[in-house]
């Protein structure tokens, strides 16, 4: 079974605008110290924070759902001449800190995060471990920095942090000097901000506790507006959300209030459904109750719940149940690249090795679920053999190939599986039909790459699609030189790029093709010693798709084949290693840019392959642990490869630093394949 659980965050309704302010009040505090690193030695600042503070009880809560004794919080957020400051008490009964400080928030930690409003993608991330275990007994600090220009130096350093044990958790105060904002205090400015309290309880995922002010969702770029003031602002006294459970069959609503409320009555409605009231309890820092709910037939959705208070009625925002089945039914058709599928709704050939000319049938391991999902569902098997011809028999041994259409009255789609007759005397592998197949074909003798039988069911479909009109096809974009001419005998080498998650999305597209790596640079400078070809794709890449559109573009433009780069960010340096894999004495040299560590069984494919690895030093999303990781393998297997590593840098820093390094082109035009 698929192993989480599909939970989506909401508020209620709220009569304050998203757009509307939170006045936090200025504290007069003593004590502030940016100079030293966090430590024991560090004191609290003195000030009157029950009096000072924007008093913050309730939170959005994602991840397992703990009691208040395990884990819960309270905190203030107040400013000073000096600095914002956030204060927060937080009850955890079992203190569990990340080993990894690339990845404080992965236990017990306070993430802080700021943005300017009005701006976009300017935003930085402080990450506080407390240091209250035996195993961390100082406090630690990481800063993840999105904003656009050089980094803040020492940004670490530069946040306070004073930390305490209590006794059923820690008290910790973090404040961040405007000069690290880059905001001017003075009454009346706006700062976006929002926070996260962090806990892993053992054998469970991660809890977050995360303050977002009076808004309606938890969106990563659009935290709370703060008005810095004298007053504190108002906050609502009650929040609740709905999470539907792993088979997204039932649900439950979570109901969070202040805890003066404990004792109070709630009862919910949900379309024709109603629930008799239940009491608030007082559960650690604040007042909780919840409700179970059966979730609506196969292809139906609900209204909204209703909460009702007093006399005070409020409606839950919720996930679209309906579109959320839909997308777990379409799982069962990913297959390979990093989609994960529930295998209750996979199609299934059994047997997939066989004997006779009679195909297996094929079915759902729990249709039962799938139809309580969607509904009924069809199901139908087409088979073509090796060399893609349609047959209704397996009339000789070998590979097979069933195209399934599965569909439903809300959605449809096509997989395909691998099938293999068996001879009558076989005596090799008896369930797998991928490597049963290939060793069938003599794919699979000693020397063979480690992946034969993969390559040779993922080429087999590929052209089996292709025969059909079916194949996995990508648009793309190209630029050529100034001087490019066509038909004037001179051949240009090719840089082929492949851009990260997004990039092919209808709004990112248009920019992408333009402006997004090296097809920028192409853009940018007249005398670019290269036709570019950027692809698109919504969602991973596949490397016979890849290698199609290169040989499309050889067709069409004036193309030196010993002179084909291959490069991508992100999902797309993923691609760049899979493709050079795939192919690897197709390119004359690669860039992977924050792609992480590649496949180490698969990385002797690529000793003749000259490479060169960049990653962002701050990178959480592909850290750069990872590719060291990929660089070393692949040197220590003779391999000729460079890596720069941008410190401090994140994410999309490596993006943007990569493809502006003239010498990386400069390097790519050394090598050349021989043809």
């Not at 006794?167 to 901000?193: A, C, F, H, N």
């Not at 997308?327 to 529930?342: E, K, N, V």
């Not at 069938?440 to 063979?448: D, T, V």
């Not at 180490?600 to 060291?628: E, I, Y």
């Amino acid at each position: 079974m698929l192993n989480f659980v599909v939970s989506f965050l909401a508020v209620i309704l709220q009569t304050q605008s998203m757009a509307t302010p939170i006045s936090i009040p200025k504290v007069d505090v003593a004590g502030l110290v940016f100079s030293k690193e966090p430590g024991p030695d560090i004191a609290e600042p003195k000030g009157d924070w029950a009096k000072s503070s924007l008093p913050i009880r309730l939170f959005l809560e994602d991840g397992p759902v703990l009691a208040g004794e395990n884990f819960s919080a309270k905190a203030g957020l107040a400013w000073s001449t000096q600095a914002l400051l956030l204060r927060v008490d937080v009850i955890v009964l079992h203190p569990n800190e990340s080993d990894d400080t690339d990845n404080l928030f992965n236990g017990d930690s306070i993430e802080f995060f700021f943005r300017q409003p009005g701006t976009a993608l300017d935003m930085f991330q402080v990450v506080v471990s407390p240091g209250i275990t035996a195993e961390h007994p100082a406090a630690r600090v990481h800063f993840f920095d999105y904003r656009a220009g050089p980094p803040h130096e020492n940004a670490a350093s530069a946040v306070f942090v004073a930390r305490e044990r209590t006794p059923q958790g820690y008290r910790m105060t973090i404040g961040l000097p405007w000069s690290l904002i880059k905001v001017d205090p003075k009454q009346g400015e706006l700062v976006g901000t929002r926070f996260t309290v962090n806990h892993q309880e053992p054998g469970f995922a991660r809890s977050r506790l995360t303050w977002t002010g009076n808004e309606e969702t938890n969106e990563f770029w659009t935290p709370q507006v703060v008005k810095l003031d004298h007053v504190a602002g108002v906050l609502k006294p009650l929040r609740a959300w709905m999470t539907w459970d792993s088979d997204l069959l039932n649900g439950k609503v979570f109901v969070t209030a202040n805890p003066e409320l404990a004792g109070q009555s709630v009862g919910i409605t949900w379309g024709d459904h109603s629930k008799s009231a239940v009491k608030l309890d007082l559960d650690g820092a604040r007042s909780t109750a919840q409700f179970g709910l059966e979730g609506p037939p196969a292809g139906g959705s609900e209204a909204n719940p209703e909460i009702t208070i007093g006399d005070q009625t409020l409606k839950v925002s919720t996930p679209d149940i309906k579109a959320l089945r839909v997308a777990r039914f379409l799982s069962g058709g990913a297959t390979g690249g990093r989609q994960r599928a529930d295998h209750r709704l996979v199609p299934t050939l059994l047997p997939g090795v066989f004997a006779g000319p009679k195909f297996p049938e094929v079915d759902y391991p729990d249709r039962s679920y799938a139809e309580k999902l969607v509904g009924p569902i069809t199901v139908k098997a087409t088979y073509y053999d090796a060399a893609g011809n349609e047959v209704s028999r397996g009339n000789h041994p070998g590979r097979y190939v069933a195209k399934i259409d599965v569909s439903a009255s809300s959605a449809t789609f096509t997989t395909y599986r691998t099938l293999f007759r068996k001879p009558d005397d076989w005596q090799g592998e008896a369930s797998n039909p991928v490597v049963a197949a290939a060793a069938f074909e003599g794919k699979l003798r000693p020397g063979s790459r480690p992946d034969a039988a993969r390559k040779a069911e993922q080429d087999t479909t590929h052209a089996i699609r292709k025969r059909i009109g079916a194949q996995v096809k990508y648009e793309y974009a190209v630029k050529t030189p100034t001087d490019y001419q066509p038909a004037a005998g001179r051949k240009w080498p090719l840089i082929v790029y492949l851009h990260g998650s997004g990039g092919g999305d209808d709004a990112s597209w248009p920019n992408t093709r333009l402006t997004d790596g090296p097809m920028g640079t192409a853009h940018r400078l007249d005398n670019f010693p290269f036709v570019v070809v950027a692809l698109r794709s919504r969602g991973g890449w596949f490397p016979p798709a890849v290698e199609d559109v290169i040989d499309e573009v050889e067709s069409k433009f004036e193309i030196d084949k010993s002179r084909i780069y291959l490069t991508g960010f992100s999902m797309g340096g993923f691609g760049t290693w899979n493709t050079a894999y795939d192919q690897p004495g197709r390119f004359a040299a690669i860039a992977p840019v924050a792609a992480g560590s590649g496949d180490h069984a698969l990385m002797p494919l690529l000793v003749q392959l000259p490479a060169w690895v960049f990653n962002g030093g701050a990178d959480n999303t592909t850290p750069p642990r990872l590719a060291r990781g990929a660089v070393e393998l692949l040197k220590s297997a003779g391999g000729n490869v460079r890596y720069t590593e941008y410190p401090d840098m994140g994410h999309t820093d490596a993006l943007r630093l990569a493809y502006a390094e003239a010498e990386l082109y400069t390097w790519f035009l050394q090598f050349h394949t021989k043809l």
